[in-house]
């Protein structure tokens, strides 16, 4: 892979990325998440918009809109999950979903997710072992969308413990399945039409916390996980629960994000703080994956990972406090 330059895309990473802290007048701590496009003159990335998070922010993402046809919608998690409306030189939040609805405060959430057959539907999991299913609304004003309003369609417990990851599949129509990670070491299954039970995919052999997730784009069969403090990234066959059908381990630091290509069933992307990203051919499971087919150093550890959907050639990482597009 070669460091390069790329265009504004729909994914977690590429458009934006950072966020920093800073005080307030009260002296109340505040977050801030910058919203980063390109330059196309100077070939430089620069920071379009930047609006207050008053947490950290364990995820963002943008709606799933591959035709265009949904306003410019933000999602991010945290203490609660917002979903915000990004214009062109403002974004405002449209609304602060929480589950508890016996109290102004609810357990921090961990990660969500935007389930792309049915943006109106979005997976948040959280500490208090539970996964919660959102469902949005939009009202309508002169043809316009004017809000976006939301309410719990389902709340389950999911693990044991904190639940660390949920990520929609698209088995099934792409609807109604997904799976979560957490601190029991499991990769659970859950189906919204059948959620008085769960499928194991997979425990970890030392009950090691697993904190991501990320299913094959064109292969609902498989899906990848890593462990806390964990060197190498599991591939999962949901249809041989239980038993990896790979393990990529050349990193040698532990591993922070995985991202699957979104034009091959065969491709992933891993990165670690060893400072590398790899690109894996795993085409000849079951046999073993002996070394990737890609790397690329970066300048410090690389905390994320995102593949670039509408334009698969491009990977964008982070690492220190930079945002660095790759050219595959």
């Known amino acids: 892979m070669r460091s390069g330059r790329g265009e504004d895309n729909q994914d977690e990473l590429g458009t934006r990325d950072n966020w920093s802290a800073v005080f307030d007048t009260r002296g109340v701590r505040v977050f801030q998440v910058q919203l980063v496009g390109l330059d196309e003159e100077s070939s430089e990335f620069i920071c379009r918009n930047t609006f207050d998070h008053p947490y950290p922010t364990t995820k963002l993402m943008w709606i799933p809109d591959t035709k265009g046809v949904y306003p410019d919608l933000l999602a991010t998690s945290g203490d609660y999950l917002r979903v915000w409306r990004v214009g062109e030189t403002e974004t405002r939040l449209e609304c602060l979903l929480n589950n508890n609805k016996n109290s102004d405060f609810c357990a921090p959430l961990t990660s969500f997710d935007w389930n792309e057959v049915d943006p109106y539907l979005l997976g948040t999991s959280s500490i208090d072992t539970t996964c919660t299913i959102w469902g949005l609304e939009t009202g309508q004003v002169l043809g316009r969308v004017n809000l976006v309003s939301g309410h719990v369609k389902t709340q389950l417990i999911a693990h044991d413990k904190e639940v660390y990851d949920i990520a929609f599949s698209r088995a099934g129509g792409g609807r109604d399945m997904f799976a979560s990670v957490g601190a029991d070491g499991s990769v659970r299954m859950f189906d919204l039409r059948h959620l008085e039970h769960s499928t194991i ?89 002996e070394d990737p087919i890609l790397a690329y150093t970066a300048e410090g550890e690389i905390n994320n990972v995102q593949w670039a959907s509408t334009q698969p050639d491009w990977i964008a990482i982070c690492y220190n406090n930079c945002l660095e597009i790759l050219r595959v």
Do not use: F
């Open 201 to 289: 995919i997979y425990e970890d052999p030392q009950h090691h916390p697993l904190l991501r997730l990320c299913w094959n784009k064109q292969d609902p069969n498989y899906l990848a996980t890593m462990a806390m403090d964990g060197m190498e990234v599991v591939i999962l066959d949901v249809r041989v629960p239980c038993t990896p059908v790979a393990r990529l381990n050349n990193h040698r630091a532990c591993v922070n994000g995985i991202a699957w290509a979104p034009h091959s069933s065969c491709h992933i992307c891993t990165a670690a703080d060893d400072h590398q990203a790899l690109i894996w051919d795993i085409q000849q499971m079951p046999r073993a994956i």
